[in-house]
């Protein structure tokens, strides 16, 4: 049984998967979609949603390592359990290069995913705390890292097509620079 959390995950993984071709159909530019639907800067998002959160949000220093054309993000919040910051990386001209991250408050985490049967593998990160990587959607469609940090969830999510690409433990090489990013503002601190 799906819980509603993971269903409104899965609802914004397929929602979002799109390739472009039907704004390019509209004739409008493909930022337009994005923009109608509450994206901006990251930047921008992301100052939004810490001041909401009352928390600073760490972002992860590596992406996949695959050519996006555009990114986005979107601080949802107010909508109850479904708080979050979310960050897009989409190359409109390849579907299967949607990359997402999904940032939630811990009262707001969604749980059970990947559930037990889509889950693939178990990992530990360089901090010692627990990832678990697995599939969601349909066949599949996505391959996901979750991962919790500083009273954080963090899913990490990549379209299916580029699983041979962005592997699981590439996944968790971009979880692990997390920590990377954590330690350098430790430094800068320090100066």
């Not at 409008?28 to 639907?37: K, L, V």
């Not at 678990?132 to 066949?139: A, E, F, L």
């Amino acid at each position: 049984m799906m819980t509603r959390s993971f269903m409104l995950l899965f609802a914004l993984l397929l929602g979002n998967a799109s390739d472009g071709r039907e704004v390019a159909m509209t004739g409008e530019p493909f930022e337009t979609m994005y923009y109608q639907y509450g994206y901006k800067s990251i930047d921008r998002e992301l100052r939004t949603c810490e001041k909401l959160f009352r928390k600073t949000i760490h972002l992860p220093v590596n992406i996949p390592p695959l050519p996006f054309t555009h990114q986005f993000a979107r601080c949802s919040w107010g909508k109850g359990d479904n708080d979050h910051l979310e960050i897009e990386y989409i190359n409109r001209h390849q579907g299967g290069s949607h990359y997402l991250i999904r940032i939630s408050p811990l009262e707001h985490k969604i749980t059970n995913i990947p559930s037990r049967q889509s889950t693939i593998r178990k990992y530990r990160l360089k901090d010692g705390s627990r990832a678990v990587y697995g599939s969601i959607g349909g066949t599949g469609s996505f391959r996901i890292l979750v991962f919790e940090k500083k009273g954080l969830q963090y899913i990490l999510s990549m379209n299916r097509r580029m699983s041979h690409i962005v592997t699981g433990d590439v996944l968790v090489d971009i979880a692990n620079s997390v920590l990377e990013y954590e330690s350098v503002e430790e430094v800068k601190d320090l100066s």
